[in-house]
């Protein structure tokens, strides 16, 4: 959870609202690993559609709201910080 709340004070305000809909994802996957929980059909329906969304909204953000060089810029930056 340390390393989630690092990476979401990096994003920008949209990026983060979006990574909110992640949460019930690290729910689930918690609680099936550490607790036992099964896995019901619907339960892995709602991830990947929480994924997918999740994906989608943020590819759509990056590439129709940000120019190219700023796009660099921000995976220059995400390099950077996953090296550290």
């Given amino acids: 959870m340390v390393i989630f709340l690092r990476v979401l004070a990096r994003l920008d305000a949209t990026q983060a609202g979006l990574m909110n809909y ?14 036992g929980e099964r896995l019901t059909l ?7 559609l929480a994924l997918v969304s999740t994906l989608l909204a943020t590819v759509f ?13 921000r995976r220059t930056q995400r ?3 996953l090296e550290i």
């Fill in 22 to 35: 992640l949460i019930p994802f690290l729910g689930v996957v918690i609680a099936w690993a550490v607790l």
């Fill in 42 to 48: 619907f339960m892995i329906l709602g991830v990947m």
């Fill in 61 to 73: 953000d990056a590439a129709g709201v940000h120019g190219e060089n700023e796009m660099k810029q």
């Fill in 79 to 81: 390099e950077k910080y």
